[in-house]
């Protein structure tokens, strides 16, 4: 490098620090400014000797480049032993999640809300730990808390604190939502055109129940108790806010609890909410339409239960229209009668005016074929060897099987000594159903196609509990109160949530399992003298830290180098 003087055309002298190096490409030397420095007349008005003074700053960067430049030695004996317990990885990938944490604010919401408190300990730490556990190294409490000394970060704190924590988390969860919610519309922009609802449940590892903790219908058919989680999602597939509800708990029940707080805190606009069947209930959409804001809805129909009309409607050829050989739609704008419940209980009959949306797909047509004989094989069974089966076991069976009683009390079959009857009846009803599909909207004016993309789009938020059962490893759980529990989740919906954002920065290139794959294995070793080995790198990383300016790519840094990157990362 050197001080490079550059006159213009009327005298004057610019000063600026070059560097030269060689293009491999086209094979000559170049020079590139490091510092552009400014006017030397205009220097000279704030020092003495500005070329004697810039010459140094030169003379330093050269000797800094020299450092850089030259390698690095280290020294190993045969004899060199570890010490027990000596943990000398760490892992440099949660660098990414680091930046999205502290572009959400957590920190600054944590802190703020722990400044009057009496809690010793670091909430903001404690919560840092659980949420880039949770996403690189999902494991209980416990053992991420064992793990803790694996990130570049505080650990100064218990076990004892992190569990009082919970209780910390807790009492703040819902304004932690709303707190990211307006960052997430601030720094990336909410698209809440369409807002996803959809229920599922977690299950814990024992057999106790309490207030909380119920048996109910399990998504995943095991016996032990379980709690519900209804999640909204917005249109770019970033979580808005969840709630937790007792495990026996029915689905539709959990839409207007969430819904209303929604509309309440999140200052979201005019909303139409796309949900799957075990939304459509009247309540559901009477409470839907009649917000201030008259909210939209774009609900999935279970036609095998719906009254005959509209079955007569969906297999009437009449009014489809074919898009090549495999799918079909139509539509009809229908007033509906639907049951509202009052505030004394009772039900009241109220009209409301729907565009009805049907289409058929082979595909699907083919899917529900190879389903029911799935459950067919296992009904056949059961007819033949009732004794054999419980009301738990006989799950999606027994609806193909006549006359079929259980004990109240041990779920045994009744009839067990007796061979039972197939519902022939039903399965050619189901048969003639099979591929058809009914989407009931209050967008009367919107087209088919458009309700039927809004309605795919639900694959998202299903794809969300995949990732927080799998990826995050969300469940069974493993802690016991109603605080820890709703602290647990809230957890996984903030490491969710920051997972959804990296996946949208990365243009969805890449699954988040892929992303956080890659970030757990972004790990490095601790040599000598505050020097860390890198030793893993790909595709996805690169990418990462082209949108992030984190260079993953590195094979030597100092503890120096590495906590600068972080710092970064924080501000």
């Keep these: ?11 004057r002298i610019r000063l600026s620090i070059v560097d030269t190096y060689y293009d491999k490409v086209k094979k000559c030397s170049r020079q590139k400014t490091v510092e552009s420095i400014g006017w030397l007349d205009e220097l000279e008005k704030q020092y003495e000797d500005p070329i004697a003074h810039f010459t140094k700053r030169v003379a330093q960067l050269n000797e800094e480049k020299k450092k850089k430049q030259a390698p690095i030695h ?5 004899s060199d032993r570890l010490r027990i317990d000596d943990d000398l990885r760490k892992n440099f990938g949660y660098a990414a999640l680091s930046r999205i944490y502290h572009e959400l604010g957590i920190h600054t919401f944590l802190t703020n809300r722990q400044r009057h408190s009496k809690e010793q300990y670091d909430a903001n730490a404690i919560m ?4 880039y556990s949770r996403l690189l190294f999902p494991a209980s409490k416990k053992s991420s808390y ?7 970060e505080r650990s100064d704190y218990s076990l004892d604190d992190v569990y009082r924590c919970l209780s910390f988390l807790d009492k703040h969860r819902e304004n932690l939502q709303i707190w990211m919610n307006d960052r997430i519309k601030k720094n990336y922009g909410r698209d809440t055109s ?13 057999d106790e129940q309490n207030d909380f903790l119920h048996k109910g219908i399990s998504k995943e058919h095991r016996p032990n108790p379980i709690i519900q989680m209804g999640l909204f999602m917005d249109n770019r597939g970033i979580p808005i806010t969840y709630e937790l509800f007792p495990g026996n708990t029915n689905d539709c029940l959990t839409y207007r609890p969430n819904f209303g707080r929604i509309k309440k805190q999140f200052d979201l606009g005019r909303l139409i909410s796309v949900a799957d069947k075990g939304m459509t ?9 009649n917000t201030p804001t008259h909210d939209g809805y774009v609900f999935s129909m279970s036609i095998r239960g719906a009254e005959k009309g509209i079955k007569d409607y969906v297999l009437k050829e009449e009014g489809y229209e074919w898009l090549g050989t495999e799918y079909k739609r139509k539509s009809r704008k229908s007033p509906r009668t639907i049951l509202v419940t009052s505030v004394t209980g009772k039900k009241m009959k109220k009209q409301v005016d729907e565009k009805q949306v049907v289409f058929w797909s082979e595909k699907y047509a083919r899917r529900a074929k190879a389903e029911r004989e799935t459950a067919l094989a296992k009904a056949r069974d059961l007819a033949q060897n ?16 006549k006359k079929i009683d259980y004990d109240k009390e041990t779920g045994e079959i009744l009839t067990s000594s007796s061979i039972l009857d197939i519902d022939e009846e039903k399965i050619r009803e189901e048969e003639a159903l099979d591929g058809y599909y009914m989407l009931l909207t209050s967008e009367m004016e919107t087209s088919d196609d458009e309700i039927i993309d809004m309605y795919r789009g639900l694959w998202r938020i299903e794809e969300s509990f995949k990732v927080t059962k799998s990826e995050l490893e969300a469940r069974p759980v493993y802690v016991w109160t109603k605080e820890h529990i709703e602290a647990h989740f809230l957890t996984c919906f903030v490491a969710l949530t920051i997972a959804r954002i990296l996946e949208n920065k990365l243009e969805r290139k890449y699954s988040v399992g892929r992303i956080l794959d890659s970030l757990s294995k972004a790990e490095c070793s601790l040599l000598q003298q505050n020097y860390y080995l890198f030793d893993y790198y790909d595709e996805v990383l690169k990418e990462i830290g082209s949108i992030m300016d984190i260079d993953f790519g590195k094979r030597i840094r100092t503890l120096g180098e590495i906590k600068k990157i972080l710092a970064k990362t924080k501000k």
């Design 146 to 152: 064992d793990g803790r000394e694996r990130f570049f």
């Design 1 to 11: 490098m050197y001080l490079k003087k550059t006159p213009n055309s009327h005298g």
């Design 128 to 131: 840092k730990m659980l949420v």
């Design 386 to 401: 009732p004794g054999n089966y419980t009301r738990a076991t006989s799950y999606g069976a027994a609806k193909y099987v």
């Design 194 to 206: 369409l807002i996803y609802y959809d229920v599922t449940n977690y299950y814990f590892e024992t």
């Design 281 to 289: 209930t009247g309540d559901n959409i009477w409470y839907t339409i």
């Design 74 to 78: 280290f020294t190993f004996y045969d």
